[in-house]
């Protein structure tokens, strides 16, 4: 059973650029969650995708943005990239609707760089 | 808004001691308390805990939930140097589609000394 993945793991940019992350949840599920996750802080949710559409969305700009596919999948886009966008992005797959266990599960992360 | 506070921020203590993680969360339509253990990437689920005062076990590792004093605490019997990594604490709330969102604390990272 295969877990969350995410690609690609380590991605160095400079500023001004956009980014796309990538998402595959574990076997089952269909709510993806992004979050940031500065160095030495806890992960900060940017925004959650259900059936294809952003859910919910934490106190991030504009400059960020997603998209889900049919098959659960999840992108995360980042335009005109500042330095302060340099951190771990997490994605954490779980199951949503009103029966699920709502136990969110994370990927491995991708390491971005801001230069 | 909501908010996980942890304590402490760091511990080091001797393999073999006992440890004890706190976790005190004010979140809004809160419906469960999660901790999770961080050792290089990928946040790895331990708990999830929903009642106050019901004891989750896993091995030796341990938590409860308080709901009255939102609070909730993890405990690690008889440590190991495994168990050296970040502890995350996460609040979450559900929302009207009926998904979760979780509000993490910045961690405690624990070193067990051999």
């Known amino acids: 059973d295969a877990g969350v993945t995410q690609s690609p793991t380590h991605l160095i940019k400079t500023r001004g650029q956009q980014v796309t992350l990538r998402c595959s949840p574990k076997?089952?599920?269909?709510?993806v969650s992004w979050y940031q996750q500065a160095l030495g802080q806890g992960p900060q949710f940017i925004f959650q995708?259900?059936?294809?559409?952003?859910?919910q969305r934490g106190n991030f700009p504009d400059r960020f943005s997603g998209h889900q596919f049919p098959n659960y999948s999840s992108e995360l886009n980042v335009n005109a990239l500042l330095l302060g966008d340099s951190a771990l992005y997490l994605c954490?797959?779980?199951?949503?609707?009103?029966?699920?266990?709502?136990?969110?599960?994370f990927g491995p992360g991708t390491r971005l760089t801001v230069t | 808004e909501d908010k996980v506070v942890q304590s402490p921020l760091s511990l080091v203590v001797h393999e073999g001691d006992t440890v004890t993680l706190n976790c005190s969360y004010e979140?809004?339509?809160?419906?469960?308390l999660l901790w999770y253990k961080q050792e290089k990437k990928a946040p790895t689920f331990l708990f999830m805990l929903?009642?106050?005062?019901i004891e989750k076990k896993s091995g030796r590792l341990s938590s409860i939930l308080d709901k009255k004093e939102l609070f909730s605490i993890l405990n690690i019997t008889a440590t190991q140097t495994g168990d050296s990594a970040i502890y995350l604490c996460?609040?979450?709330?559900?929302?009207?589609?009926?998904?979760?969102?979780?509000?993490f604390g910045t961690g405690t990272r624990l070193t067990i000394i051999p």
């Open positions: 954490a797959s779980s199951r949503g609707g009103l029966t699920s266990s709502y136990e969110q599960y």
């Open positions: 076997s089952g599920h269909d709510t």
């Open positions: 995708y259900y059936e294809e559409e952003e859910r």
């Open positions: 979140v809004t339509n809160f419906r469960s």
């Open positions: 929903t009642s106050s005062g």
């Open positions: 996460a609040g979450g709330f559900i929302s009207n589609f009926g998904n979760e969102k979780l509000t």
